[in-house]
């Protein structure tokens, strides 16, 4: 279940309140269920899996992928697996964790683990949703946003691509004003 944190201190979990509060953006945020194939939820639950099981996965998620072709013209898709025994972890990390943008969408599908997306609103306010397994995420281009991992450290996600060009992040001078979600 997704969490959203105002500067304020106010949480949502509820969907209806989250979309709310995300629409000024057009962020969409949608629950995927990823189904219960017991060799797959086996996979999910592993902190490391090699290319073939990752294939594996993604084969077996194929429909979401098969809609996204089909309504928005996505081309490509992958499967991002981190955990904290990654060598360079952090410094991996440390590309996504300032103020950015991008000149495509950026498509997630969090299928194990967590993650947190902070935005900065029209208003200037800002605001970070924890995204958690079985949530989908499109932050359109050109949004301000950044992203970290929670204390656990460990997230596996689709990444669905319309190319892979406009996906650099392009750094803003907008400060994150504080870390709002409890990590």
Not at 84 to 97: C, E, Q, R
Request: with cysteine; aromatic share 10%; proline share 5%.
């Amino acid at each position: 279940m997704a969490i959203l944190r105002l500067e304020n201190g106010t949480t949502y979990t509820q969907l209806s309140d989250i979309a709310r509060e995300l629409a000024p953006l057009n962020i969409q945020l949608n629950s995927w269920p990823v189904g219960d194939n017991p060799e797959i939820r086996e996979l999910l639950a592993k902190d490391a899996i090699d290319d073939n099981q990752k294939e594996q996965v993604l084969q077996a998620l194929d429909s979401y992928f098969q809609q996204l072709k089909e309504t928005a013209g996505y081309q490509s898709r992958d499967l991002i697996v981190l955990h904290p025994d990654i060598p360079n972890l952090d410094a991996l990390l440390s590309k996504f964790d300032k103020c950015h943008i991008h000149a495509d969408d950026e498509v997630r599908y969090i299928v194990a683990g967590e993650g947190i997306f902070g935005f900065v609103r029209p208003d200037g306010s800002q605001v970070e949703v924890t995204v958690q397994p079985e949530e989908f995420i499109n932050v359109p281009a050109n949004t301000e946003h950044w992203f970290y991992l929670t204390g656990t450290r460990k997230i596996k996600a689709v990444r669905y691509f319309t190319s892979t060009e406009g996906w650099t992040p392009e750094y803003t001078d907008t400060q994150i004003r504080s870390r709002l979600a409890t990590v």
